[in-house]
Structures are given as structure tokens and as C-alpha cells.
């Protein structure tokens, strides 16, 4: 897999957390335990795609 399509998967999954969250949210049956792990889900995908950002070649 190319980084390109790799970083291009982890934003997908990034989005899909995203809306997840904002489905937990509107629920008030949902624990916020599982909103919790969500988030922490949601933030290591950016920490990770933050990371092959700043390892990626630049070119020129």
C-alpha cells in the first residue's frame, strides 16, 4: 500500500469515527465511556496521520 492510499485510508477511518461520535452524542442512551474511547480512537488515527505527514517526502 502507498503512503498516499495509506494516509488516505487512516482519514477515512478519522471521518468515520467522527460521525460515530456525533451519533453517540444525539443518543442519550449511550455511555459516555464508549464516547471516551471513541475520542481516544479518533485522536490516535491523528496522531498517526500526523506522523506519516511529517515523515512523507516533500517534492519539489
Do not use: F
Not at 20 to 28: K, Q, V
Amino acid at each position: 500500500m502507498s503512503l498516499a492510499s495509506h494516509l488516505d485510508e487512516l482519514q477515512r477511518k478519522h471521518g468515520d469515527i467522527e460521525r460515530e461520535i456525533d451519533d453517540a452524542m444525539n443518543h442519550p442512551s449511550v455511555d459516555d465511556l464508549q464516547i471516551v474511547n471513541l475520542k481516544r480512537r479518533k485522536l490516535a488515527l491523528k496522531d498517526e496521520i500526523e506522523k506519516l505527514r511529517a515523515a512523507k517526502p516533500t517534492t519539489h
